[in-house]
């Protein structure tokens, strides 16, 4: 498995930004983000099943959004109101049918405020 995460980047707090990662391989259960900041433990963000059922941190619930497009192997995120404490590396994250999870090579994101 394949992820190619882009979209990271440097912007003001309040602004937007929109992650994209796209997997090779096969079609996956569930399709996510995972974020870690200086300093602290890497930690969920958002996940999406191939159902299109979606989870959310607490944190970014109402702010962030996720999405996939199955049929390219996508999955998306938007990300609004950013905030300084959403700086972090950003991790894509695909889940396969058999339970094996693979991690992208993470996209950095700075928010400055």
């Known amino acids: 498995v394949q992820l190619q995460a882009s979209g990271g980047g440097l912007v003001q707090a309040g602004g937007s930004l929109r992650l994209s990662c796209a997997a090779s391989?096969?079609?996956?259960?569930?399709m996510g983000w995972h974020r870690q900041a200086p300093g602290k433990q890497r930690e969920l963000v958002a996940t999406?099943?191939?159902?299109?059922?979606?989870n959310y941190a607490g944190s970014v619930e109402g702010r962030f959004t996720i999405s996939r497009d199955s049929a390219e192997n996508t999955v998306y995120l938007q990300m609004n109101s950013l905030k300084s404490e959403d700086t972090g590396v950003y991790y894509c994250?695909?889940?396969?049918?058999?339970?094996?999870?693979?991690w992208g090579q993470g996209t950095l994101v700075t928010v400055s405020s």
């Open positions: 994250v695909v889940d396969s049918w058999y339970g094996i999870r693979s």
């Open positions: 391989g096969s079609i996956f259960n569930a």
């Open positions: 999406i099943t191939s159902g299109g059922r979606t």
